[in-house]
């Protein structure tokens, strides 16, 4: 199974808050198959970035974590937006109350698992995100979750 980190989950794997810990458990699983969306590599240096010039998080701090992220990508399946993907999400947005970002990273893990046909499990840190994701039909995990 495909373990798909939404942004929102993932910036937990760098910083400390409200679901760090299951997702630090996720990635130290054996069997751990992760994916992400290309946007990922924007939207966590983005939420890093915003830490440091609130001063939650030293800019030092944030920027060796942004190259974590750098070094962890390398190691997982990144599914580019493109073409039909980027025409699922624009759907997508018609059929659930979806910001753009949301939108493509719903459509890549489902890309994952409609186009390669692959069990997928998505993981987020947004609760009315994580639950349009069941209700396309993927096995949705909610981590440290928001509103």
Do not use: N
Request: hydrophobic share 50%; net charge positive; proline share 4%.
């Amino acid at each position: 199974m495909i373990t798909f980190f939404d942004a929102s989950a993932l910036v937990k794997r760098y910083v400390d808050e409200p679901g760090t810990s299951a997702i630090r458990a996720l990635f130290r699983a054996r069997r751990l198959s992760p994916a992400v969306s290309r946007l990922t590599a924007v939207e966590v240096p983005a939420a890093l970035a915003r830490r440091a010039r609130r001063g939650d998080l030293p800019e030092r701090i944030a920027r060796a974590c942004a190259k974590h992220l750098t070094s962890d990508l390398a190691e997982m399946y990144v599914v580019e937006p493109r073409g039909a993907l980027v025409e699922h999400a624009a759907e997508l947005v018609w059929c659930h109350d979806l910001r753009a970002y949301d939108a493509l990273q719903l459509a890549s893990a489902l890309y994952l698992l409609r186009e390669i046909g692959t069990a997928t499990r998505f993981v987020c840190a947004d609760r009315p995100l994580t639950k349009v994701a069941e209700r396309e039909g993927l096995r949705a995990l909610a981590v440290g979750t928001s509103v």
